[in-house]
């Protein structure tokens, strides 16, 4: 099936993941069209070259992303700049028609959400999604088919996290995401959070309410000339919230962002509690999955490898391992199944939940200043 021409606005560490994912497109089987990245835009020169060494397809090369968007070959974009661009470069993709791949969090604020969300319903031709990449990870697919077949049973609790550690090195260098004016007031909410709002939401757990406690451990952080500048970003949060489902269920789900979390170099997981079975994934054992089975009145953690078996089928045999980078190219492989009109069993996720996700920070940052649970609702 054909090719999608790309361009790429904002050619940083997550642009290399696009192009490695796009030159390797022969490891998916079936057919998905395949993008072709034609154009790249970045403000820094100096990344560019590795596009010129690496992707020989590219033709188009320029610094300012309205010039991208003038280049009527170019189908989608894929962009991945700094949070307080979303809002203007976003829509403006949405509005030169473009297909849109947009990283996370979709916008600095509940504001400039709206705003995007406002975009993409006037141009409905467009299919614009939000990067997530981790729920494409077998194991947390598995935990996502448990969930729909009913495997908890009634729900006790869910737990879902994403936390980095890098950052106990108070010597870390401030970087634009601990920036509240570039990275936002979210915090590692913005940074972290809609990865672990994807799956939750997706199977219909959103909170009503949200309880939150915010951490600011590090104050300060040298800067590039090596002088101490204020970090004013949070640097965990953890989100104590509401859930009540459709069928009037009701239970508590924990959501932690962390990027001081001592031990955890990159972990996401998932934790489902149930009065049926509880199952959980973590990408610290990525290609288990891992369930309680009853023993009379005890239960057993059961740990079952299941190897390389994601949505989209590959070339990899299925007792292999599976790991990040296979996680995006899954990822890309549900949204070009998207663009050609192949719904996927489990899609990328949606402008309306980066709404969800939106409400839930906002709220939470509410939260912690009201110490008091706050609603969704009212943002
Ligand atoms: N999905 C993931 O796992 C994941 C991981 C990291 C970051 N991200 C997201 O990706 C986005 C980018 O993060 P990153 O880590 O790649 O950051 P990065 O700093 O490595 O890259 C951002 C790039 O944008 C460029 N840029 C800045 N202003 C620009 C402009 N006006 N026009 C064109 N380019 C411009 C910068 O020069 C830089 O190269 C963010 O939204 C972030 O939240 C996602």
């Not at 451990?217 to 970090?231: E, K, L, N, S, Y």
């Not at 078996?309 to 990040?324: D, L, S, V």
């Not at 996927?344 to 939940?353: A, D, I, K, L, V």
Request: hydrophobic fraction near 35%.
């Amino acid at each position: 099936m054909g090719k999608v021409k790309f361009g790429i606005i904002g050619c940083g560490m997550m642009g290399r993941e696009f192009v490695s994912a796009a030159s390797r497109w022969c490891h998916l089987l079936g057919d998905i069209p395949a993008p072709e990245v034609i154009a790249v835009c970045d403000t820094n020169e100096a990344l560019l070259g590795w596009y010129k060494k690496h992707v020989p397809s590219v033709r188009h090369i320029c610094a300012d992303y309205r010039e991208l968007l003038e280049i009527d070959e170019v189908e989608a974009v894929y962009c991945a700049v700094p949070h307080n661009l979303h809002e203007e470069v976003y829509i403006a993709a949405i509005e030169a028609g473009k297909h849109l791949l947009g990283e996370k969090p979709f916008g600095i604020d509940r504001a400039a959400n709206r705003a995007i969300l406002e975009a993409a319903g006037r141009h409905p031709e467009c299919i614009v999604r939000c990067a997530s990449q981790f729920p494409f990870y077998p194991g947390a697919q598995k935990l996502v088919r448990w969930i729909n077949e009913g495997g908890p049973g009634q729900v006790i609790e869910v737990k879902s996290g994403f936390k980095h550690s890098s950052d106990i090195d108070t010597q870390k260098k401030i970087n634009w995401k601990r920036m509240v004016d570039v990275n936002g007031a979210y915090g590692c909410m913005g940074d972290l959070g809609i990865h672990t709002h994807h799956i939750p939401f997706r199977v219909g757990w959103v909170p009503e309410r949200v309880s939150a406690q915010l951490a600011n451990i590090v104050t300060q952080r040298p800067d590039a000339q090596g002088c101490q500048v204020p970090c004013e970003t949070w640097d965990n949060a953890l989100l104590a919230c509401d859930v009540r489902t459709q069928n009037g269920d009701a239970f508590p789900m924990m959501i932690e962002n962390k990027r001081i979390a001592p031990g955890s170099t990159n972990e996401w997981y998932i934790e489902v509690y149930g009065m049926k079975q509880s199952a959980k994934f973590s990408t610290n054992d990525p290609c288990a999955f891992s369930y309680t089975e009853s023993m009379g009145s005890e239960q057993a953690w059961c740990r079952v490898v299941i190897g390389y078996k994601p949505q989209t089928p590959t070339i990899t045999g299925n007792i292999f391992e599976f790991g990040f980078t296979d996680s995006i190219l899954q990822m890309w492989g549900a949204y070009m199944s998207e663009i050609a009109g192949k719904p996927q069993n489990f899609g990328c996720y949606t402008p309306e939940e980066t709404v969800l996700s939106h409400k839930l920070c906002t709220a939470a940052l509410a939260s912690e200043k009201s110490k008091k649970a706050e609603k969704l609702e009212d943002y």
